[in-house]
């Protein structure tokens, strides 16, 4: 007996001596990508008390009073040691209630030595014991797959709602903090929750890939009256998701146009949907996963901070970054600042957006379609037949040079709206223009496209867009007479390759060609 006790006496010293280190895998966000943090823990002789280091924010250092709480409500009493919490890389911010769950499991389970080092887990606490959801968990989880860092979480129940729509992800769904310490401390861990999603909308599938689309259209096409060349217009800027201007007098119709457009956009892919879900998570909007492409029309008074996304402390999405593969609106364009124009001349042609801050840089995706619309002068009535404009040269000179050339040459389509007449009619509508559309996007798809016709790269372009022998003789009669840059050429190919997707022909014709010809901007 006393040699068994001295044995356990021995054993309990050395456990004090080298005290067991435990780990687990959490995450936190850089800009809009996650970074795994391992969260150790640490229990050592000394005065009794409970720290969490590593450039933790105020919400994690929050962390100690909320675990404490749900700890003791649920019957478990602190040991007398000094505590310590270690968020790994020592050298990164970190942020976040999602913290709260994995220091609370290393103190509960400070006894025993746990293994799981590729199972992440993410909780806030309530002080009841509850497993809380977060708005961070979508984006968090949602960068590490695509990283392919993640293949099992522990998160709470409440937000498998959204979670299931993560591909390639199992799940353990907790609703308790005494749930988790059970699942954490048994040799098996439960069922995992790995149900697909199903999205409620039409879809096909083209190759390995299933695109998803909606047939509803609360602003419809056929509302818009006469103005048949801009809706032409619209119908290519859609299939091939070109960026697309309206010039015309006020109430023509030129944001009419634009908002009904929304409706008509090609099909998106689950990875698309998920893209577009994670920044509406980052903006504090809670997304319905609908195969609808984001419309967004800031006004010309925002900020560059508001479009671009920046902070003073951290670098935050901004309107472009929310317009991800979907419509980026400008209307009175000539009234938004000269900077925000000239700095939209990088996501436009890159379709990505840095943004540098003095404790933050930030990179994120921002491909969007952009729609704008302007008046003809300031006083809008220069096109006008029965109002006379006001302005005079110089004022429509400075009003124009707003808009510099490099700016202009990233928009693909130009339209010059005639004011409305008694004698217009309503034409097309926006189920048959989107029955267009979704041909065109499936003739780009078995085509081998990876991207819609308006945002083909150089090589693409050489393998996609390819003219017969009397178009390529049009386009070179039309580079000596109008003085085409490389851009400008580059863009009526590619409306060309639309064109003539609609028309559901291979290779490019000449009609097509000259249909692209007449879109061209007017210098």
């Known amino acids: 007996m006393e040699e068994n006790s001295s044995r356990e006496n021995d054993s309990s010293a050395s456990a004090q001596q080298n005290p067991i280190v435990n780990t687990l895998a959490c995450a936190t966000l850089e800009g809009v990508q996650a970074r795994r943090i391992d969260v150790e823990a640490t229990f050592t002789k000394g005065l009794p008390g409970f720290s969490v280091v590593g450039l933790a924010s105020s919400d994690i250092q929050e962390a100690r009073e909320r675990v404490k709480a749900a700890l003791q409500t649920n019957d478990f009493t602190f040991p007398p040691l000094k505590i310590t919490i270690n968020l790994a890389p020592s050298d990164l911010k970190k942020s976040g209630t999602h913290f709260d769950l994995p220091i609370a499991l290393l103190i509960a389970l400070h006894r025993r030595e746990i293994r799981r080092e590729d199972l992440y887990i993410f909780g806030e606490l309530g002080l009841d014991g509850r497993v809380k959801s977060s708005s961070l968990l979508f984006p968090l989880i949602l960068s590490l797959k695509e990283q392919g860092a993640i293949r099992r979480a522990m998160v709470p129940a409440?937000?498998?709602?959204?979670?299931?729509?993560?591909?390639?992800?199992?799940?353990?769904?907790?609703?308790?903090?005494?749930?988790?310490?059970?699942?954490?401390?048994?040799?098996?861990e439960g069922a995992t929750h790995t149900e697909r999603s199903e999205y409620r909308a039409e879809s096909m599938e083209i190759g390995d890939e299933r695109y998803y689309w909606l047939r509803e259209y609360p602003e419809d096409f056929r509302e818009v009256k006469g103005q048949e060349l801009a809706?032409?217009?619209a119908l290519i800027a859609a299939a091939g998701m070109h960026n697309y201007l309206m010039e015309g007098s006020p109430g023509c119709g030129k944001s009419m146009i634009a908002k009904r457009l929304a409706y008509i956009l090609p099909p998106m892919s689950e990875t698309e949907m998920l893209a577009v879900a994670k920044h509406q998570f980052l903006d504090g909007q809670v997304p319905d996963f609908r195969p609808r492409r984001p419309f967004r029309s800031p006004h010309h008074t925002a900020t560059s901070a508001s479009i671009f996304g920046g902070g003073s402390h951290s670098a935050r999405i901004g309107e472009v970054a929310l317009a991800h593969r979907g419509i980026l609106?400008?209307?009175?364009?000539?009234?938004?600042?000269?900077?925000?124009?000239?700095?939209?001349?990088?996501?436009?042609?890159?379709?990505?957006?840095?943004?540098?801050?003095?404790?933050?840089?930030?990179?994120?995706?921002?491909?969007?379609?952009?729609?704008?619309?302007?008046?003809?002068?300031?006083c809008g009535n220069l096109l006008?037949?029965?109002?006379?404009?006001?302005?005079?040269?110089?004022?429509?000179?400075?009003?124009?040079?707003?808009?510099?050339?490099?700016?202009?040459?990233?928009?693909?389509l130009f339209v010059t709206m005639q004011e409305v007449e008694s004698g217009d009619r309503s034409g097309e509508d926006s189920a048959s223009m989107h029955a267009k559309v979704i041909e065109a996007f499936r003739r780009q798809k078995e085509r081998g496209q990876s991207a819609p016709n308006g945002k083909l790269g150089e090589a693409e372009i050489e393998r996609y867009c390819r003219l017969d022998k009397e178009a390529a003789g049009v386009l070179e009669q039309a580079v000596g007479r109008f003085a085409l840059s490389h851009r400008s050429i580059v863009s009526i190919k590619k409306v060309a390759r639309t064109v003539a997707d609609l028309d559901g022909a291979e290779p490019i014709g000449k009609k097509h060609l000259l249909e692209a010809l007449s879109f061209r901007r007017r210098k």
């Not at 609703?175 to 098996?188: M, V, Y």
């Not at 001349?345 to 379609?369: C, G, L, T, W």
């Not at 006379?388 to 490099?406: F, V």
Request: neutral net charge; contains cysteine.
């Open 158 to 188: 409440e937000a498998m709602e959204y979670l299931r729509h993560i591909p390639g992800v199992d799940f353990l769904p907790v609703e308790t903090l005494e749930e988790a310490i059970a699942r954490l401390a048994g040799d098996e």
């Open 384 to 412: 006008s037949k029965s109002r006379r404009c006001r302005c005079n040269e110089r004022e429509i000179l400075r009003y124009r040079n707003r808009l510099s050339d490099p700016f202009l040459d990233r928009i693909d």
């Open 231 to 233: 809706k032409r217009g």
């Open 329 to 378: 609106f400008f209307d009175e364009l000539p009234h938004f600042q000269k900077n925000v124009l000239e700095a939209l001349r990088e996501p436009m042609q890159d379709r990505r957006v840095h943004i540098a801050r003095v404790n933050s840089k930030v990179s994120y995706e921002a491909d969007f379609m952009f729609v704008t619309a302007m008046n003809p002068c300031p």
